[in-house]
């Protein structure tokens, strides 16, 4: 996720927009209002994933999946916190914006925020993988996707994802330049801009900067978007076939209680793998794009970049920020266990406030149970 302060220190001047007028009249449109609507989805998905990590935390909720999906809450948590006071930086007057100690903040800003979404990006590979594992493979889905080797898959996504973003820290450095101001002050100005190693030529021909270009749209964003996309159509057949599955085994039993048993799990399973494939589609919605865009400004060079992702920088982040403040309004629409979990959490003690409840019969709990299963 890159802001268009960054991007915007190496834009080519005097020079026709690449893609046309329409792509500078929605980047200047937006641009005003985009500081606003970041902030309220921050805040909206600061306290979304802080009540994600608190479900999905609990005793009743242990398992693999909910393991991942609680690492990447936390990705995703940081993401928001961080980004609260970027988006205050950018309503700094433009001297106060280009001293040297807010440099080093965005600059901090750029690789960390890369670090944690590139966390979250490869924790939805993991999720898929493991989801692929339970569906089409159920007989061996202890054995290879239990909770010790989750939590090793787990922790390898927060120790090799800061690897993997190492060219990113070494093409970007704070640099600055003389400025007159108006009222004739001659004063030292700070932006992030490509470092001397950045311009460096370290494969022959070709400079750090395209290294980082090359990581960023291929590893970091498409070949995990390749892969989400050939498992989400894996495991939609998976599915398919195991409903197959199920249902002739289930017409060769005695109907009964047993029978009911088996719809209901056949019906939890379904429920949760619409809801793990809503979050993956959401992924690939938002880091296909970016990706795309990446590798062209490569291949194009500079006047793309400075025209056309340059000018998509502030729509790439709110696309980016909405997809990592989402998944509690996907979990509560779609799964009922993390339904029932967050009401005996919290309905229990709003209920204590708000109505009269009979307490110390039993009641409380089985109410809230039966209105979140509805």
């Known amino acids: 996720m890159n802001s268009s302060e960054w991007l915007n220190s190496t834009a080519a001047a005097g020079e026709p927009p690449y893609c046309g007028s329409n792509m500078v009249a929605f980047s200047e449109a937006y641009r005003p209002v985009h500081v606003y609507v970041s902030l309220l989805v921050c805040v909206f998905g600061s306290v979304a994933n802080t009540l994600n990590i608190a479900v999905l935390t609990r005793r009743e909720m242990s398992s693999p999946t909910n393991a991942i999906l609680t690492g990447l809450a936390v990705a995703d948590l940081l993401v928001m916190l961080e980004y609260v006071p970027f988006a205050g930086y950018t309503l700094l007057p433009y001297e106060q914006r280009l001293s040297y100690g807010w440099a080093i903040f965005v600059l901090f800003h750029s690789n960390f925020t890369q670090v944690c979404h590139t966390v979250a990006i490869w924790l939805t590979v993991i999720l898929a993988v493991w989801r692929y594992v339970a569906v089409a493979h159920p007989q061996r889905n202890r054995e290879l996707c239990g909770m010790r080797t989750t939590v090793r898959a787990i922790a390898s996504a927060y120790l090799v994802c800061p690897c993997l973003c190492t060219p990113l820290y070494l093409a970007f450095d704070v640099n600055s330049r003389r400025s007159v101001l108006p009222g004739g002050r001659n004063v030292t100005l700070y932006h992030v801009g490509l470092s001397a190693l950045g311009d460096a030529r370290v494969f022959g021909d070709v ?70 494939l809503a979050v993956l589609l959401l992924f690939l919605i938002t880091e296909f794009p970016q990706g ?37 309004i996907l979990y509560c629409s779609m799964s009922r266990q993390f339904r029932t979990t967050f009401a005996q959490l919290f309905w229990p003690r709003l209920l204590d406030r708000w109505a009269a409840v009979p307490q110390g019969d039993g009641h409380d709990n089985g109410a809230a149970t039966q209105v979140t299963q509805v």
């Open 292 to 328: 795309i865009l990446g590798l062209l400004s490569m291949f194009l060079g500079e006047r793309f970049f400075s025209s056309c992702y340059a000018r998509l920088g502030d729509l790439m982040d709110i696309l980016a920020l909405i997809n990592s403040a989402i998944n509690f």
């Open 207 to 276: 400079s750090l900067q395209k290294v980082n270009f090359w990581v960023y749209s291929v590893v970091i964003k498409i070949i995990p978007c390749v892969t989400l996309t050939v498992l989400s159509l894996r495991l939609v057949l998976a599915l398919v076939e195991t409903k197959k599955r199920r249902r002739n085994l289930q017409a060769s039993k005695t109907p009964g209680k047993k029978k009911k048993v088996v719809v209901e799990k056949e019906k939890q399973t379904d429920r949760t793998t619409r809801m793990l």
